[in-house]
């Protein structure tokens, strides 16, 4: 009973720990007083905590605001520069590494372009380690200051596969050729960082609702629009993963039975007609050898003449992104839903007024009217942003332990 007590006590005061540091975190700089009257933390144990928090330079003071009569007092926050996150990005065309402060202040970044071999897991693995170097050396960061580095992958990620040796994550990502490829444990064979994997939706979704538009919801879902489709489903603050990690894959879901081809295999899927990649295909008028990204660019411009072949593909692409969306607001009924991704952000300005007129025509009218339809607010890079986010995350949940190496653990999710 004695060691069970003294387990209580340390899970208590990590508690503590990771509350005030989640409090800095996102709304400091904050005073002791403060903390003490958000976190509902007696003033005894704000000071202790505090405390231990300066002792392990996890905080530090600056700064201080007037109070009501009596001496200033003392801000805190989080030490920016105490440690490091990596965030990675195994997009559609280049693999994006870049390497963070503490507060998510973007140091360095590494954008490795897919060559012919594409998505050969052989590749990618290769591309990632290169610009893991490369940002590492190039701000001359000590590599035992880094966190960890969390990785947005196409697919499903799933933690117990029956291959794995219990700390291998395995990806299965149907449109870019992964079957049950073992990421972590190629990894691993490069770097003895610690390594975070999740879908790249995920990641998204992470960033935009603690850092742009999904903000303050507690209900949410974050759409990543790009040459695929895919969502993060947010519930009572909480990302909603299922049994099997693969909740989301909004990209897949049927709107057309009997339907077009989708590269995941199957037919109808929601991303074979409105996906960059399929709308730039459909439209078929970009000059030979355009990049995607480029080519939906023309299309976009294309679509200034109202009746044209591309401002009807792109009336319709809006027409079944707005049904997918009253889908999801039937099905979760959030309070935001957020359009983000490269795609999502360069057709959004055009397309969201009929996106959300097309929400209201197929959604059930009361959960409409509750629900705001948004784009993201954090860019095109969102997705490596959220990706280091992983790492920060398992940070601020463990306390602030600096050690998270124990193990050599790969961390799914």
């Keep these: 009973m004695a060691e069970q007590g003294r387990r209580t006590v340390r899970d208590l005061r990590r508690g503590s720990r990771s509350a005030l540091l989640r409090h800095l975190y996102f709304e400091g700089p904050l005073s ?11 003033s005894g144990s704000i000071s202790n905590v505090v405390g231990e928090l300066l002792a392990d330079g996890l905080v530090e003071e600056c700064g201080s605001v007037e109070s009501d009569g009596g001496r200033p007092r003392t801000l805190l926050r989080v030490t920016p520069g105490l440690a490091h996150l990596v965030g990675v990005d195994v997009g559609e065309t280049q693999v994006r590494v870049a390497l963070f402060d503490l507060a998510l202040g973007e140091l360095a970044a590494s954008d490795q372009p897919l060559s012919d071999c594409g998505h050969d897991v052989g590749h990618v693995v290769e591309l990632i ?25 196409p697919g499903i990620v799933e933690q117990d596969h029956p291959d794995s040796d219990g700390d291998t994550a395995v990806v299965h990502g149907p449109t870019v050729g992964w079957d049950a490829v073992p990421l972590g444990r190629l990894l691993r064979a490069g770097t003895d960082l610690p390594l975070y994997i999740d879908n790249g939706a995920k990641t998204l979704g992470q960033a935009e609702m603690w850092f742009g538009a999904g903000r303050g919801a507690r209900n949410a879902v974050v759409v990543l629009f790009g040459s695929g489709v895919g969502a993060c489903v947010i519930t009572d603050g909480a ?18 039975v009997g339907g077009r081809h989708c590269r995941c295999g199957a037919r109808g899927c929601l991303e074979a007609y409105v996906g960059a990649e399929a709308l730039v295909a459909r439209w078929g008028d970009a000059p030979p050898g355009t990049s995607e990204k480029a080519g939906l660019a023309a299309l976009l411009e294309a679509a200034q003449q109202p009746h044209s072949k591309a401002a009807e593909l792109l009336r319709e692409a809006a027409e079944y992104l707005g049904a997918a969306i009253a889908d999801l607001i039937n099905l979760f009924n959030p309070e935001r839903i957020v359009i983000g991704g490269w795609a999502g952000l360069l057709l959004g300005p055009q397309l969201l007024p009929a996106i959300r007129d097309a929400a209201t025509d197929y959604a059930f009218s009361f959960p409409r009217a509750k629900t705001a339809i948004e784009l993201g607010s954090l860019g095109p890079d969102a997705v ?29 999710g």
């Excluded at 002791?32 to 007696?42: D, K, N, P, V």
């Excluded at 035992?144 to 947005?152: E, F």
């Excluded at 990690?245 to 057309?256: C, D, I, K, M, Y």
């Design 32 to 42: 002791r007083h403060e903390l003490g009257r958000i976190s509902g933390l007696s």
């Design 129 to 153: 380690l290169t610009g893991l170097s490369e940002v590492l050396e190039r701000t001359g960061v000590d590599r035992s200051t880094v966190l960890g580095v969390g990785i947005g992958v």
């Design 239 to 256: 990302r909603f993963r299922g049994s099997t990690s693969s909740a989301g894959e909004l990209g897949h879901t049927r709107v057309h």
């Design 384 to 412: 490596t942003l959220g990706a280091a986010a992983l790492p920060l995350s398992h940070f601020l949940d463990s306390g602030g332990s600096l050690s998270p190496r124990v193990g050599r653990r790969i961390h799914v």
